[in-house]
């Protein structure tokens, strides 16, 4: 069974950077799409962000779009979410979460919670000053 793992959550100040990581091991991630999502305190769990297995497509929320950017580094099996001009409101507990398999076109057509089957713990992200 594929397991996630993220990592790279922590405080920061608002306008500052992180940088998260998602991994596995015993299964090579760059076949699995990917999605980030990330649920706040008294808040239902949201995406924010998808990737492809070919790395040819990506989709972002409003909320997140211009500050975060999600890739793939197929040599160390991960996957990125860069988030830079971070707000107090992108406090979260923010999850990765991987599709059964590959699916084809674009990962905004199948941006769906419902529809991926693989999850990490999640890691928190605390942005205040």
Not at 95 to 116: N, Q, T
Request: charged share 15%; proline share 4%.
């Amino acid at each position: 069974q594929l397991q996630l793992v993220e990592s790279g959550g922590g405080l920061v100040q608002p306008g500052g950077s992180l940088r998260l990581s998602c991994a596995t091991t015993g299964y090579n991630l760059n076949y699995f799409p990917i999605g980030w999502f990330r649920q706040a305190p008294g808040k239902e769990r949201e995406g924010i962000l998808c990737i492809d297995y070919r790395n040819q497509s990506t989709f972002y929320a409003d909320s997140v779009k211009g500050r975060f950017t999600v890739s793939r580094d197929n040599a160390k099996n991960q996957v990125f979410l860069q988030m830079n001009n971070l707000k107090t409101d992108d406090t979260a507990v923010y999850y990765c979460a991987a599709l059964g398999s590959p699916v084809p076109g674009a990962c905004m057509e199948y941006f769906d919670i419902g529809r991926y089957h693989y999850w990490g713990q999640g890691t928190q992200v605390t942005v205040s000053s």
